[in-house]
């Protein structure tokens, strides 16, 4: 079983706010990802991180920015929300040629 | 640039049924994955597939691989409630998932 996790579970902001969404996991893989889902629509990738001190853009363009000071932790935070902002956060990590989900965070921008 | 495709968008099946997924990809792929989601939840991995003519089998559900056609296929056999969900297969490549568009099953009586 995957142990990969996300904080929080469901977010209300403002317009305008800033907000970290954080990811957790303890297998110490290296590879993580984060990607943005629309309900029922397929995902996108916004950034991954190959290891400490490694972020990179995925393929979606997004207004948000990622960090990876350690292996285990790798935030995503939005500088300023809006409600295009809006949809769920999903972040995984990878290793043993598996790719592992966190329950997601689904955020919501009034 | 890997692009994965999946059909049907939609299925709707009765209970008993057998129906097959499609997931077609347009360049190469070292590894093939499905996975479920549930409205509202993350992803939960069903199968990698890693080699041609992989074939792998949990309950109701098998999955296959054909690297030469780029076609992977997600078989259902005799469908039940339980399996209603979106079913997602994704692509490997250079570290990364690539993702289809995703088959949104209901299985009704």
């Known amino acids: 079983e995957a142990d990969i996790y996300q904080t929080p579970r469901y977010l209300v902001i403002g317009t305008g706010k800033k907000i970290t969404l954080e990811c957790s996991q303890t297998?110490?893989?290296?590879?993580m990802y984060w990607y943005q889902q629309d309900p029922g629509m397929e995902l996108h990738l916004i950034h991954y991180s190959y290891g400490v001190n490694s972020t990179e853009k995925g393929d979606l363009s997004s207004e948000s920015t990622v960090s990876r000071i350690r292996t285990e932790h790798f935030p995503l935070t939005l500088e300023s929300a809006r409600p295009s902002h809006t949809s769920q956060y999903l972040c995984?990590?990878?290793?043993?040629?598996?790719?592992?989900f966190g329950p997601g965070t689904r955020l919501t921008v009034t | 640039e890997l692009k994965v495709e999946q059909n049907p968008l939609f299925l709707s099946m009765q209970e008993g049924k057998n129906y097959t997924i499609y997931c077609n990809y347009s360049?190469?792929?070292?590894?093939l994955y499905w996975y479920r989601q549930d409205p509202g939840k993350s992803l939960e991995s069903l199968f990698v597939?890693?080699?041609?003519?992989a074939v792998k089998q949990e309950g109701r559900l098998m999955a296959s691989l054909d690297t030469k056609a780029r076609l992977s296929t997600l078989h259902i056999t005799a469908a039940v409630h339980d399996l209603s969900a979106t079913y997602f297969c994704?692509?490997?490549?250079?570290?990364?998932?690539?993702f289809g568009t995703g088959t949104r099953l209901q299985v009704f009586p």
């Open positions: 994704a692509g490997h490549n250079t570290d990364k998932l690539i």
């Open positions: 360049t190469t792929s070292d590894r």
């Open positions: 597939l890693l080699s041609n003519g």
């Open positions: 297998m110490g893989h290296d590879k």
């Open positions: 995984a990590s990878s290793g043993g040629g598996q790719q592992y």
